[in-house]
């Protein structure tokens, strides 16, 4: 077994490479465990300690980064139980930091550097929501994932148009097949239910905390009738909007302008 190359860069940021057990006197306190997998394994994943030991014979490249650190440097820290789909780019710069050989200082400093890199461009993506979560297996090729979490992004972004399938297909250059397939194995959704998600969440917002008038709410959130809003809101929260403001003890409508 090839020892397990270890990069203090920082007191808040460790970098192990290789296989073999990891020191666990090396970690920064309260550290955020990022492994990225084999070769063939297209996946980052938040990993315990319970993982780092049973996958010692694995070709990891393990980032141990304090949670303040990321806190304080990225302003987030990630899914505690999360797996992503792990870009081409990201994993081509994991190749590069496995790919260091030996142990003087010229290769710690650039094994260190280009893990810098990786950690940095992975923060990025998760800051840029273009990181896909691992909900299970996938049919879809790399490319395919990628033009999913695109729709997806579309989505999120766009959610007040008047999105269908086809348009967003259209937009992110998949097919309609495709892209129906691609949000049930990411998302576990329809892109219709994406949709409505993020118009109901921002809809009952805007019912608890503005004066608008009902009518105005449902528009806003991309809803052409107030009848259908209505329907669509009562049965994502078991009541209408009327009678969630009647609940939390406020009129419940404001007179429109």
Same mark, same amino acid.
């Given at each position: 077994?090839?020892?397990k ?22 970690l920064?306190?309260? %550290? ?9 394994? @297209?996946?980052? #994943?938040?990993?315990?300690?319970? $993982? *780092? =030991?049973e ?6 490249v ?5 949670r303040a %650190?990321?806190?304080?440097?990225f302003?987030?820290?990630p899914? @505690?139980q999360? #797996?992503?789909?792990?870009?081409? $780019? *990201? =994993? ?8 260091v ?5 010229? %290769?710690?400093?650039l094994?260190?550097a ?23 297996a996938?049919t ?6 990628a ?11 766009h959610?007040?148009e ?5 348009s ?15 949000f049930?194995?990411l998302?576990r959704?329809?892109?219709?239910e ?8 921002h809809?009952?917002?805007?019912v608890?905390?503005?004066d ?25 929260f ?17 007179p429109?302008?």
């Open positions: 077994m090839a020892d190359r270890v990069v203090i860069v920082s007191p808040e940021f460790t970098s192990f490479v290789g296989r073999g057990a990891c020191d666990a006197s090396a920064p306190p309260e %550290a955020i465990l990022l492994g990225f997998g084999d070769i063939g394994e @297209p996946a980052v #994943s938040v990993l315990t300690r319970e $993982d *780092l =030991r996958r010692a014979n694995d070709d990891l393990v980032f141990a980064v304090g %650190a990321c806190i304080r440097l302003d987030l820290t899914n @505690p999360g #797996s992503w789909y792990l870009p081409a $780019d *990201l =994993r081509a710069i994991g190749r590069k930091v496995v790919a050989e030996g142990d003087g200082e010229a %290769a710690d400093m094994r260190a280009r893990s810098i890199e990786l950690l940095h461009r992975l923060f990025t993506a998760f800051t840029e929501e273009r990181m896909v979560e691992v909900c299970g996938t879809l090729s790399e490319q395919d994932v033009l999913v979490a695109a729709a997806h992004q579309i989505v999120n972004e959610w007040q008047r999105l269908t399938v086809g967003v297909a259209r937009r992110c250059g998949l097919n309609k097949s495709k892209l129906t397939r691609g049930r194995e998302y959704c329809t892109v219709a994406a949709v409505s998600e993020h118009r109901l969440s809809a009952r917002q805007l608890s905390a503005s608008l008038p009902i009518s105005s709410v449902g528009y806003r959130c991309g809803y052409t009738s107030n009848a259908s809003f209505t329907r669509a809101f009562a049965r994502r078991g009541m209408t909007p009327t009678e969630l403001r009647q609940q939390e003890g406020r009129p419940p409508s404001a429109a302008p």
